[in-house]
């Protein structure tokens, strides 16, 4: 069964540095979002991204974030300047279509900001 | 208001019980309504969907959905250990991309 993958599954990060955390959606799927989840908390949408361009996006991806496809299977979400704030699991999700349609979730990346 | 508003639990049910678990939201324009379910440190597993008012079954899972009343629910018969996770309900609006996650509601299966 085709799944999302995610790499890396732990990423640790200092103040300040930049990461870029990746994603291969499943390959008929044409829709890619950004998730995250603070420990015990529920999870929050970040970005949506159909067409090598962002359909939506919330209040939490300010200018630290963004998203690039750059290739033809991978999808990648950048922190330009982590603060300690970011630590959280990052999950994608990607969906045959928009708007209502299934999402299914990666495994996620767990970033550590110290 | 939240958007989407579940009990965080824990709801306790013995095993081969059936588990009903709950969820509400606030924006009339949602279309559809997902049921995820999330084992501790693991993503969130899309087990069921529903667009439509009433009931919708796949195996032992049951979705029902009353717009009206804003209000989706999720019955699980014959209730596992396995089935011990938290359970999270999301929300969609026509016309945006994103989903509106519950907090989860937290089920543990007493064997």
């Known amino acids: 069964e085709p799944e999302v993958t995610q790499t890396p599954s732990h990423q640790v990060t200092q103040m300040g540095q930049e990461v870029i955390l990746r994603c291969v959606p499943i390959?008929?799927?044409?829709?890619f979002y950004w998730y995250r989840q603070i420990l015990g908390q529920k999870v929050e949408f970040l970005v949506s991204?159909?067409?090598?361009?962002?359909?939506?996006k919330s209040e939490i991806f300010d200018d630290q974030f963004s998203v690039e496809r750059p290739d033809g299977s991978n999808f990648t979400l950048k922190i330009r300047s982590t603060k300690l704030e970011d630590s959280a699991m990052y999950f994608c999700?990607?969906?045959?279509?928009?708007?209502?349609?299934?999402?299914?979730f990666g495994p996620g990346t767990r970033l550590t900001v110290t | 208001q939240k958007e989407v508003e579940q009990n965080s639990g824990p709801l306790s049910v013995p095993e081969g019980a059936i588990a009903s678990l709950n969820c509400t939201y606030s924006?009339?324009?949602?279309?559809?309504f997902f049921w995820y379910r999330q084992y501790s440190g693991k993503s969130p597993e899309l087990i069921m969907f529903?667009?439509?008012?009433g009931d919708k079954e796949d195996g032992r899972f049951t979705a029902q959905l009353n717009k009206a009343s804003q209000y989706v629910s999720l019955l699980i018969r014959d209730s596992q250990p396995s089935d011990s996770a938290t359970y999270l309900c999301?929300?969609?609006?026509?016309?945006?991309?994103?989903?509106?996650f519950g907090t989860g509601t937290r089920l543990k299966v007493l064997a």
């Open positions: 999700a990607s969906s045959t279509s928009g708007s209502s349609y299934e999402q299914y």
């Open positions: 390959s008929n799927h044409l829709y």
């Open positions: 991204f159909y067409n090598n361009e962002i359909s939506e």
């Open positions: 924006d009339r324009g949602s279309q559809s």
């Open positions: 529903i667009y439509s008012n």
């Open positions: 999301a929300v969609s609006r026509t016309g945006t991309y994103k989903y509106i």
